[in-house]
């Protein structure tokens, strides 16, 4: 059954400022209702201390929540060789970090080529797919599928992905379908393309209308793409809104529950 969960990059205030940390936000997350949480990794203290990744472990059981994912920034697009074998050896670090969370996925950032759109659509999607088919041996072996995040560069489009995910193995890398990133026009089009191969899902919204719900998105059509697919991973909330954002979170909690109350009983 899915999973309503909340990216740690909702609350980026909190965490900038000093006010929490990995440890002290799950307990924050299940006091909200939100049984789940995906780390990104920007604020991780390391990714090899296992004593600090133990307590992140245990912060997460004792407050009864559920890792969902764990967000790998980066570009494995580059046309910088040295700088991408690094950024690959990077991405399996940290692949192996959110697997020692238990982390069932994660979203592999795939950066751009830089030389624009024509380039990230061929030259920079096959370099992502032999970095992917790198990787794949070592996520298969750890048990934790690999998500692509409709973004920028290389992931702008959804044809793009699907080239990547049917270039390296579908039952193993597949869609982080993300609600707002996406211009207003191609938002229902290109969604519709990628909920079938999604592994996890970013719940994003930067701003609502005054009934709750998100200004200039139909969450009621996108929460129902994944539910006709058969969706089984997170629908992970990411606030990206300005003002509070621990009300930011509530809202778009508020908004998710409203189409899919399922989620609210899967803790």
Partial sequence: MPILSCDTYSLRDQFDAGKIDYLTVPKILKDMGIPGICYN??????????????????????AGVKITGFIIEGNIATLDDKARERQIAEDIKQLRAAAYLGAPVVRINLGGTGKGEEADDTIGAQRCID??????????????????????????KASTI??????????????????GNWPAEKRNTESAKL?????????????????????????????????RAGYTG??????????DHYEGVKKTAALILKYWPELAAAK
Avoid: R
């Avoid at 990794?41 to 004792?62: H, T």
């Avoid at 970095?131 to 290389?154: C, D, M, S, Y």
């Avoid at 629908?235 to 809104?241: A, D, F, M, P």
């Fill in 195 to 227: 909920a079938a191969y999604a592994y996890h899902c970013h719940a994003k919204v930067k701003e609502f209308e005054p009934n709750g719900e998100a200004l200039g998105m139909d969450y009621k059509f996108l929460l129902g793409l994944l539910q």
């Fill in 234 to 243: 997170a629908v992970s909330i990411e606030y990206e809104g300005g003002g």
């Fill in 41 to 62: 990794s920007i604020w991780m203290k390391s990714f090899e201390d296992k004593a600090y990744l133990d307590s992140i472990k245990k912060a997460c059981k004792d």
């Fill in 162 to 179: 699907l080239k990547i995910i049917k270039g390296t193995d579908p039952a193993w890398v597949g869609s982080c379908l993300d609600f």
């Fill in 131 to 156: 970095a992917f088919n790198q990787i794949l041996p070592i996520a298969k072996e750890l048990g934790v599928q690999i998500t692509i995040e409709n973004h920028g560069g290389v992931s702008l």
